[in-house]
C-alpha cells in the first residue's frame, strides 16, 4: 500500500470513529427497563400499500403486544431506541448509496413495493426509511445493553441482505454492520461471531466484513433461494447448506453440529444472532419445514452456546413476515425467559 493511500485510509479511519464518538445512539438505559428494543414507529403502516407486499409489515408491534399480554414484560420497560441520522448511517453507507435512496423508484427496488416509485420522496422518507432507521438505533443499541446485562433482543432490525453500498431484499440500510463498527470502537469488542440463522444467505455482512478477520460468519441457508450471491459466499467462514424442504429434526442436528465446529474454530467476545423465521414450514420464500417449536429450540441452542460462555449476545428478528411468525417468536422469548436463558424481570428504579 502507498503512503497516500495508507494515508487515506487512516482518515477514514478517523472519521468513523469521529461519528461513532459523537453519536446518540448509545443511550443511557436505567435498570427499570428491560434489554427488550422496540418502538411503535418500527412498524410500517400507510395508505394499505403494505398490503401488497407478501409481508407482514407490522409484526415487531404484534410480538411486543403478545408479550405483553402474556404478562412476559410490562410496556413501559421495553427500550425505546433513537433513530439512526445520516451521520450514524455514514459510519458504513458511502454519501452516493444514501443519496441514492432520494429516488422513491431506487427504494421502491430496494423494499420490492414496486407502487412505491410512484410516490413523492419526502413520503417515502417518513413512510419507509425512517422507520428502518428507527430499527437501526434498536440494533446499535441493543449491542451495548447485552455488553451490560449479558444479552439483548432488537424486535426489529437484522437487515442483512444490505452492505454498505447496496440494498436490496427489502434491506435498506446495513444495520448489522453498523452495530459491529459500534460495538468495536465503543465496547472494547474485537472478536464478532456473526449466526445468521435467517434461510436467506447474508450477503450484505459478508461482503461488508469480506476483509476483516475480527468477524466470523456461520451462515445456514438455503442455497437455492434469494440472493445467489457467490462472491459474498467466498467470505463465509462457516458455511451450512440447507436445500429447499429440511424439515425440523435434519435442522437441529445441522446446527447442533455447526455450533460445534464454530467453536473450535474461533472464539468471539461477541455474537450477533440474526433470528429470521422464514425457515418456518410455510413461508413462501424460505421455503424449509421448521415447525415453530423448532424455532423455539433453535434460538434456545443459540442462546445457550453464548450464555453458557458468558458472551454477550444480541437478537435480531430480520427475515419471516407470515402472519404467524409475530407468535412464534413471542413464544421463543417467552421459552428463553421459562428456560433462565434471558431475565424478563425489571429492576426498581434506583437498584443497579
Ligand atoms: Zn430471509
Not at 403502516?45 to 402474556?70: M, N, Q, T, V, Y
Not at 458455511?239 to 424442504?245: K, M, P, R, T
Not at 425457515?279 to 424455532?295: A, F, Y
Request: one cysteine or more; glycine letters at 6%.
Amino acid at each position: 500500500m502507498s503512503t497516500a493511500s495508507s494515508s487515506k485510509t487512516d482518515d477514514a479511519e478517523a472519521l468513523r470513529r469521529h461519528r461513532i464518538l459523537s453519536s446518540k445512539l448509545y443511550l443511557d438505559v436505567p435498570p427499570s427497563k428491560v434489554p427488550l428494543i422496540y418502538s411503535s414507529s418500527y412498524d410500517i403502516s400507510f395508505l394499505g400499500i403494505e398490503k401488497l407486499h407478501p409481508f407482514d409489515a407490522s409484526k415487531w408491534g404484534r410480538i411486543c403486544r403478545f408479550l405483553s399480554k402474556d404478562g412476559i414484560v410490562d410496556q413501559k420497560h421495553i427500550v425505546e431506541p433513537v433513530e439512526a441520522t445520516k451521520d450514524d448511517l455514514l459510519v458504513v453507507h458511502s454519501e452516493s448509496y444514501l443519496k441514492s435512496l432520494n429516488s422513491s423508484l431506487n427504494v421502491s427496488k430496494i423494499v420490492e413495493v414496486p407502487p412505491a416509485a410512484m410516490l413523492p420522496n419526502c413520503l417515502v422518507q417518513q413512510k419507509v426509511l425512517r422507520p428502518f432507521r428507527k430499527q437501526v438505533g434498536g440494533t446499535i443499541v441493543a449491542a451495548k445493553l447485552a455488553k451490560e446485562r449479558g444479552w439483548a433482543i432488537n424486535v426489529g432490525g437484522g437487515f442483512h441482505h444490505c452492505s454498505s453500498e447496496r440494498g436490496g431484499g427489502f434491506c435498506v440500510y446495513a444495520d448489522i454492520s453498523l452495530c459491529i463498527h459500534f460495538a468495536f470502537v465503543h465496547l472494547n469488542i474485537s472478536r464478532v461471531m456473526i449466526i445468521d440463522l435467517d434461510a436467506h444467505q447474508g450477503n450484505g455482512h459478508e461482503m461488508d466484513f469480506s476483509e476483516d478477520r475480527r468477524v466470523f460468519i456461520l451462515d445456514m441457508y438455503n442455497p437455492g433461494i434469494y440472493p445467489l450471491d457467490f462472491e459474498a459466499r467466498r467470505y463465509i467462514d462457516l458455511g451450512v447448506e440447507v436445500q429447499s424442504g429440511t424439515a425440523t429434526d435434519e435442522y437441529l442436528t445441522k446446527l447442533d453440529h455447526a455450533l460445534e465446529v464454530a467453536e473450535k474454530k474461533f472464539d468471539p467476545d461477541f455474537v450477533v444472532y440474526n433470528a429470521g423465521t422464514d425457515i418456518l414450514d410455510g413461508d413462501p420464500l424460505g421455503r424449509l419445514k421448521i415447525s415453530p417449536d423448532g424455532i423455539a429450540s433453535r434460538d434456545e441452542k443459540v442462546f445457550r452456546f453464548a450464555r453458557e460462555r458468558n458472551i454477550p449476545l444480541i437478537m435480531l428478528t430480520s427475515g419471516g413476515y407470515m402472519k404467524s411468525s409475530a407468535r412464534v417468536i413471542a413464544d421463543s422469548i417467552i421459552n428463553l425467559s421459562e428456560k433462565s436463558l434471558i431475565d424478563m424481570k425489571s429492576l426498581p428504579a434506583g437498584k443497579a
